[in-house]
C-alpha cells in the first residue's frame, strides 16, 4: 500500500457487495477525481442520502436545543476563540512548556514535522515493545497521517475500539464524518458488516445478530472487551493539552477509549500542537463547548485526563506538525487551527449532506475539511483544488461554530488561490471587461433583448449545468437602466 | 431623504420589474431617488469565484459612484452584504486610499427591507396583494446582514396577503453564484429540497430579498410546471389597492 508524506493513505479496493451505503466505488485520497464528480455520484445514492439526511438533521436538533439553552453561549465561543486565537500566537512557548510538563511527568516527548516521521516514531516505539497488536481510541491525527496503514506494512495490527471506527475498519470502509465515521451506514447495514467480518479481526458476532442498536451494541462489547484485556500498547490523539501541567485529555462517549488508555502497558498519543492549551482554566472553556458542539450533550459521558506516565505504564507524546505550520503562517487561512473537530459544521452543511463525506477525500470532510485539506496538504491535486469550491457560501457552518472560524472567508480566500479552468479565465475576463463600463452593460443588455426570443431552453456545453434542471429567466423588453432614462 | 439605487447587474440586466417596484415604493414614502448611471456590479460573482483583482476594481468603481450619497438602498440581500462584509476584507488588496473609502461608503448601503424598517421607521408600506405567500430567507440576508424578522413585518401588513410558515427556511436553496454551474449536482439537489418544501406550504407565490436566489428556485418551479410563481420583497410592497 503506497503512502503520501502528508494525508491519508491511498484508496482500498472494495468488494462490489459491499455498495449500500455509499461507499461502493466512492474514492477517497489521490484519485484524479474532482469534489463535483465525487459528490454527483453521492445524489444519486439514495440510500446514503437518507443515512446522511436522518443523521444529520437529528444531531443539528440536539446540538440547537443544548445551545439555545445557555444565555452565555456567545461569550463561551468568544472566550473559544480568543483562547485559540491568544495560543497559536505563542505556539512556541506553549509547546516548550507542555514538553518541559509531560518530561517532568515521566513521559516522553517526541517531534514529528510530518506525517512520514510521526509514523517512523510511532511503529519504532511499538516495535521496541515486541508486540504486534495495538489498540486504538478513536483519533483524526493517527487516521491524517495513514498510521494503520504504516503499521500494517511493518507487520502491526491496529484494533480500533470506537464503535464507530470498529464498523469502518470491519467495512474496509473510509471515515464520512469527524465524530461519526459511519455515518453514511444504518443499523441493516452495520449487523451485515458486523456479521460477515467480525470473525476475521477477533471474536465473532453472535449467532442470529438482530439490526436492534442494543444487540449491535452487544455484538461490540463483546468483540472488543476481548481485545482491551490482550493488548499491551494503545495509540490514541488527544482532545486537548494542558501547557501549564502536562496533561492530556480525551473527551468520549463510549469508555472504549478509557479501557485503551488505562490498561496496556505503552500509551503513544499523536497530537497535532495546535491542540495545546495554556491552563487549566481555559481548559474549562471547551469541555463546555466541544460536548454541546458534538454530540449536543451537555457534558460528554467520559473525560479521561492524565498526566506524564501512570505508575506502571509508558508514555509516549508525538507531536505532529505536518503542514500546522504552514497554515500558522497564513493570515487568513490560520483560523483553521482553532477547530475542536466538533463537526458542528459538517452536521448543518447543506453541500456534506448531499454530497456525503467520501467526497471530500480526507479524513477532514465537510465545511471545516474544505478549508483544512487544502491547507494542510496543497491544492495540487484536482480534488484538492475543487475543494474550496465544495461549498454554496451559505454560512450555516460560521454560525454554529464554537470557535466563530469564518469559514466562508477562508474558502473566498482559497478560491483566490486556485487554479482556473481556461475558459473560466476567459469568461471572468470578459465578465469584468463588461461591467467596467456603464456603455458596454448598457449595449450589452440592449443585444440580449434583441435576442431574448433565441435563447433556447436548454443550453448546449458549459450552460447544460443549469439548464438541465432549472429554466433560464426569461430576459426583459427592457434593461432597467433604459427604463429608467425613457422615463 | 436623497437615496442613491443601487440597482445591482442581476436586477438591471434580468429583473428590471423590481428596480421599478423599489423606486415606486421608496417615493410613496416620500423619499427622492436617484439612478447614479455609472453603477455596473458589486463584484461578488469575481471575489467569490476567484477572482479578487476583477473584482476590486468593481468594488473600487462602486465606492467612486456612491461616495456622496447620505444612503444607498439595495434591492438585494446578497449584494448588500458583499459591500458591507466583504468589501473590507478586500481593502487590503486595493489601491491607496481604498480602504478609507470603503469605511466611508459600506455603512451606508441598505437592503431594502433595512432601509424600510430601520432608517424610515415603516413596517406597513400600504401596500395589498391578495395571495398565499411563503418567504425564503436567503442566506445572506438571513445570515449575513441578520435582516432578522424585518421582512416578515414589512410582509405581515400587506393587506390580503396571507404569509405560509416555510418548512427549513433558513436552509440555502443551492444557488450560491457560480456554485451552481460548477457543483450542479448538490446545487440541484437542495433547491429540490427547497421546492419540496415551497410546494408543501401550498403558496402561490414564493417570496424573497434576493433575485439570484429566485432564479434558481423558481428555475425549478418552472421546469416542474408547479404553477408556483416566484416574486422579489419589492415586487409585493410596491402593490397597492389601486394598481392591483
Redesign the interface.
Known amino acids: 500500500m503506497s503512502e503520501r508524506a502528508t494525508g491519508a493513505p491511498a484508496p482500498r479496493a472494495l468488494p462490489a457487495e459491499e455498495g449500500g451505503g455509499g461507499r461502493a466505488s466512492v474514492t477517497f485520497i489521490g484519485m484524479p477525481r474532482s469534489f463535483r464528480e465525487n459528490a454527483a455520484e453521492a445524489v444519486r445514492n439514495d440510500q446514503l442520502g437518507r443515512n446522511l439526511r436522518k443523521a444529520t438533521h437529528t444531531i443539528r436538533g440536539k446540538r440547537a436545543r443544548v445551545v439555545e439553552e445557555l444565555p452565555d453561549w456567545a461569550e463561551l465561543r468568544e472566550a473559544g476563540r480568543a483562547i485559540k486565537d491568544h495560543t497559536l500566537r505563542h505556539l512556541d512557548r506553549y509547546l516548550l512548556q507542555l514538553e518541559e510538563a509531560v518530561t517532568r511527568a515521566g513521559g516522553h516527548v517526541h517531534w514529528a514535522a510530518d506525517a512520514a516521521e510521526a509514523n517512523r516514531i510511532v511503529t519504532g516505539l511499538v516495535q521496541a515493545t515486541g508486540e504486534s497488536d495495538v489498540v486504538k481510541v478513536k483519533s483524526m491525527a493517527t487516521q491524517e497521517i495513514g498510521l494503520n496503514e504504516h503499521l500494517a506494512a511493518h507487520g502491526v495490527t491496529a484494533y480500533e475500539t470506537d464503535l464507530a471506527e470498529l464498523i469502518v475498519q470491519l467495512g474496509d470502509d473510509w471515515p464520512s464524518h469527524i465524530l461519526v465515521p459511519a455515518i453514511h451506514r444504518n443499523r441493516a447495514e452495520i449487523r451485515r458488516i458486523f456479521r460477515d467480518r467480525m470473525a476475521s479481526w477477533g471474536r465473532p458476532a453472535p449467532e442470529g445478530l438482530s439490526d436492534e442498536p442494543a444487540a449491535l451494541a452487544e455484538a461490540a462489547r463483546l468483540h472488543l472487551r476481548e481485545r482491551f484485556l490482550s493488548s499491551k500498547v494503545a495509540i490514541s490523539g488527544a482532545n486537548f493539552m494542558v501547557a501549564e501541567t502536562g496533561t492530556m485529555v480525551v473527551v468520549e462517549s463510549e469508555g472504549n477509549g478509557r479501557m485503551c488508555l488505562t490498561l496496556p502497558e505503552t500509551l503513544i498519543s499523536v497530537v497535532g500542537i495546535e491542540k495545546v492549551l495554556p491552563t487549566w482554566r481555559d481548559l474549562e472553556v471547551f469541555l463546555q463547548l466541544l460536548p454541546r458542539s458534538s454530540t449536543g450533550e451537555r457534558m460528554n459521558p467520559y473525560t479521561s485526563m492524565w498526566t506524564g506516565a501512570v505508575e506502571g505504564q509508558e508514555f509516549h507524546l508525538v507531536l505532529l506538525d505536518n503542514g500546522r505550520t504552514g497554515v500558522l503562517a497564513d493570515e487568513v487561512g490560520r483560523q483553521a487551527l482553532r477547530c475542536i473537530r466538533c463537526s458542528a459544521c459538517l452536521n448543518v452543511c447543506p453541500v456534506y449532506e448531499r454530497a456525503g463525506g467520501h467526497a471530500y477525500g480526507s479524513v477532514y470532510p465537510g465545511p471545516i475539511g474544505a478549508i483544512l485539506t487544502p491547507q494542510l496538504r496543497g491544492m495540487g491535486s484536482e480534488l484538492d483544488n475543487s475543494l474550496p469550491y465544495a461549498s454554496s457560501l451559505c454560512g450555516a457552518c460560521l454560525e454554529v461554530c464554537p470557535v466563530a472560524i469564518d469559514i466562508p472567508e477562508v474558502l473566498v480566500e482559497l478560491r483566490a488561490r486556485a487554479r482556473h479552468p481556461r475558459s473560466e479565465r476567459a469568461a471572468m475576463r470578459a465578465a469584468g471587461w463588461l461591467l467596467g463600463d456603464q456603455a458596454r452593460l448598457a449595449r450589452a443588455q440592449r443585444l440580449a433583448t434583441r435576442l431574448r426570443r433565441l435563447v433556447p431552453r436548454r443550453l448546449p456545453g458549459p450552460g447544460s449545468a443549469w439548464t438541465d434542471t432549472r429554466d433560464l429567466p426569461e430576459i426583459p423588453e427592457e434593461s432597467f437602466r433604459d427604463w429608467w432614462k425613457r422615463s | 431623504m436623497r437615496v442613491a439605487l443601487f ?1 445591482t ?1 442581476v ?7 423590481t ?2 417596484a423599489t423606486v415606486s415604493i421608496l417615493r410613496r414614502l416620500g423619499c427622492e431617488v436617484d ?1 447614479p ?5 458589486c463584484g461578488q ?8 483583482e ?1 473584482g476590486v ?2 468594488a473600487r ?1 462602486f465606492t467612486e459612484v456612491f461616495r456622496d450619497y447620505d444612503a444607498v438602498v439595495a434591492p438585494s440581500g446578497s449584494c448588500a452584504a458583499m459591500v458591507r462584509e ?1 468589501y473590507p ?1 478586500l481593502a487590503g488588496r486595493g489601491e491607496e486610499g481604498f480602504a478609507q473609502e470603503v469605511a466611508r461608503v459600506a455603512p451606508k448601503v441598505h437592503e431594502l427591507s433595512e432601509f424600510l424598517v430601520d432608517v424610515l421607521g415603516v413596517t406597513d408600506v400600504g401596500a395589498y396583494f391578495p395571495h398565499r405567500v411563503a418567504y425564503h430567507p436567503t ?2 440576508s438571513l ?2 446582514l441578520g435582516l432578522g424578522d424585518r421582512p416578515l413585518a414589512l410582509l405581515g401588513n400587506v393587506r390580503g396577503l396571507e404569509l405560509l410558515p416555510l418548512p427549513g427556511a ?3 436553496c ?4 457560480t ?13 429540490a ?1 427547497k421546492v419540496g418544501n415551497v410546494l408543501e406550504t401550498g403558496a402561490e407565490v414564493l417570496c424573497a430579498a434576493d433575485n439570484s436566489c429566485l ?2 428556485i ?3 418551479l ?2 416542474r410546471e408547479t404553477g408556483v410563481r416566484t416574486m422579489h420583497l419589492a415586487e409585493i410592497l410596491a402593490r397597492t389597492e389601486a394598481r392591483a
Not at chain 2, 45 to 52: E, F, K, R
Open positions: 440597482i447587474c436586477n438591471d440586466t434580468l429583473f428590471p420589474g428596480g421599478r439612478f448611471a455609472a453603477q455596473t456590479c460573482m469575481h471575489v467569490n469565484t476567484g477572482y479578487p476583477e476594481r468593481l468603481r466583504q476584507r442566506c445572506h445570515r449575513g433558513e436552509e440555502c443551492g444557488f450560491g453564484g456554485f451552481s454551474v460548477k457543483n450542479p449536482e448538490v446545487s440541484a439537489a437542495m433547491c429540497t432564479m434558481h423558481g428555475g425549478m418552472g421546469r
